[in-house]
């Protein structure tokens, strides 16, 4: 629409952020032993280090929360969560938990069995970790395009490699316990998945028998991205895409702290009654009653609004487009980013960033803490740290591909000046890029797959 561009919503309450000067961040980082995730959240001016229940929510969720119902078993706000799911997904059966990861928890209980292999696109950390408790191996088929810090255009970079995996299933079929699609996939950058690359998965996977189920947390993100990369979408209104893409899986979970525009909550969602059984027993043990699952009434009223919000064309197409307008900034000024810009974030490649920069001396770290310093941004190291593994046998370090730094942006929080501000900000280190040294790792936790939650670092 004509001069229509604008956010398609106006500032109704504010909350303040408070301005700091260079030497006080150069503190506050000196503080946090330079791990974004180890500042305070009240120093920070712009934020940036993830989209994960950080979402603004509408008029209309904060008046659907004063009509929550608290009732321990049948509340209303349940049945009114199940009906607004039920719309989005298509599917009958709706267990609501009190994340995204306690429903990834109940899938790979049913799911991922010992000594089998679970593929995924790329497995988000979260259904990974559950899997791998259980004794399942997991295993990333994401396409080659979506594999590395790839800067060439693909409209679907968090494909599965289907080619890969027929071959795959011809002579190890038996040793696979179920195939989980991330949608968007959420560790190359929120890359969509493709609804012919979807319906394959699922019509190869049935020669086999094996189930097929998804990780939906940006699943509205995923479903414009369709509507918008994929012939045959133009028109298809964001619902119907979303009912088609679960119609090819069993069972599907979601993080309602994305896409559900609610800041806690999550869902397990499938079409078979048995598993719902399955899952809602598993959810009475560890989360609550099936008609709660952890959340509280209002919460899942807050919940039932913005599943229905969230695919509203006008807010998707505000959504999508403020991320691609920081991607295109930041090219702008000369900064390597992934591209395409993601659903939910913009990945800046760490070791163009920084080519003076060894990957064992944290490069995308290093400009995470620079662009804290420089204007009080905080984004987060996908990179060394992140995914930095040791050779179980001999204990060296093993680097990963991936070598960037995340920028997310929250959902109706910031408006493009804040973008426009990181975007100044990280134009001017790029200018002096060459001054910059890297970082020395100078504590790590136990377990190294979460240690950039915990890490220390020393400026070299
Ligand atoms: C965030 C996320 C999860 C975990 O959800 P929480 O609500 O943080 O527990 C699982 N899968 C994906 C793809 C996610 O992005």
């Known amino acids: 629409m004509k001069y229509m561009t604008a956010e398609p919503f106006r500032i109704k309450m504010v909350e303040p952020i408070k301005k700091t000067t260079k030497a006080y961040r150069q503190e506050c980082l000196k503080k946090a032993q330079y791990n974004s995730f180890r500042l ?6 712009v934020d940036c280090i993830t989209d994960s229940g950080t979402s603004a929510m509408s008029q209309e969720q904060w008046s659907a929360m004063m009509l929550g119902d608290e009732s321990y078993a049948g509340s209303r706000s349940f049945y009114r969560l199940e009906a607004s799911a039920q719309e989005i997904f298509g599917m009958p059966y709706v267990q609501p938990t009190h994340q995204g990861r306690a429903a990834d928890y109940i899938m790979a209980s049913i799911y991922a069995k010992p000594g089998m292999y679970a593929i995924g696109n790329m497995h988000f950390d979260t259904f990974r970790g559950n899997a791998e408790v259980m004794g399942c191996i997991p295993l990333d088929f994401c396409i080659m395009e979506g594999q ?55 019509k190869l996977a049935a020669q086999y028998g094996i189930p097929v189920i998804m990780d939906s947390a940006r699943l509205a993100e995923n479903a414009y991205f369709i509507r918008t990369r994929e012939a045959g979408y133009e028109n298809t209104p964001i619902k119907e895409i979303t009912r088609e893409m679960f119609s090819y899986v069993e069972t599907a979970t979601m993080s309602s702290k994305k896409d559900g525009l609610v800041n806690i909550g999550g869902l397990f969602v499938t079409r078979n009654e048995n598993i719902y059984h399955r899952a809602n027993q598993l959810a009475i043990v560890h989360e609550g009653f099936i008609t709660y699952g952890g959340m509280s009434g209002r919460d899942m009223d807050a919940l039932a609004v913005g599943l229905q919000e969230v695919t509203d064309l006008a807010y998707l197409e505000y959504r999508i487009n403020q991320v691609k307008y920081l991607g295109d900034k930041l090219k702008e000024k000369g900064v390597p980013i992934i591209e395409p810009t993601g659903g939910h974030g913009v990945y800046v490649d760490g070791r163009k960033f920084f080519p003076q920069i060894p990957q064992h001396e944290f490069p995308s770290q290093r400009l995470v803490v620079a662009l804290y310093e420089e204007a009080g941004v905080r984004a987060v190291e996908i990179g060394a740290c992140a995914f930095g593994k040791k050779d179980p046998v001999t204990g060296e370090d093993i ?43 100078v504590y790590e936790g136990p377990i190294t797959s979460l240690r950039h939650f915990t890490a220390g670092f020393e400026l070299l």
């Open 148 to 202: 590395k810090a790839n800067q060439d255009y693909h409209p679907f970079k968090g494909n599965i490699d289907i080619p890969r995996l027929a071959k795959m299933l011809e002579t190890e079929a038996e040793k696979v316990c179920c195939i989980i699609i991330t949608v968007t996939c959420n560790n190359n950058g929120g890359q969509p998945v493709s609804m012919e690359n979807i319906r394959e998965t699922s």
């Open 40 to 45: 305070r959240a009240e120093d920070v001016y």
């Open 399 to 441: 680097w990963p591909e991936l070598e960037t730094m995340r920028i997310c942006v929250s959902r109706r929080v910031y408006t493009n000046n804040h973008l426009d501000v990181i975007a100044q900000a990280l134009g001017d280190i790029y200018q002096k890029r060459d001054t910059y040294k890297g970082m020395r790792l």
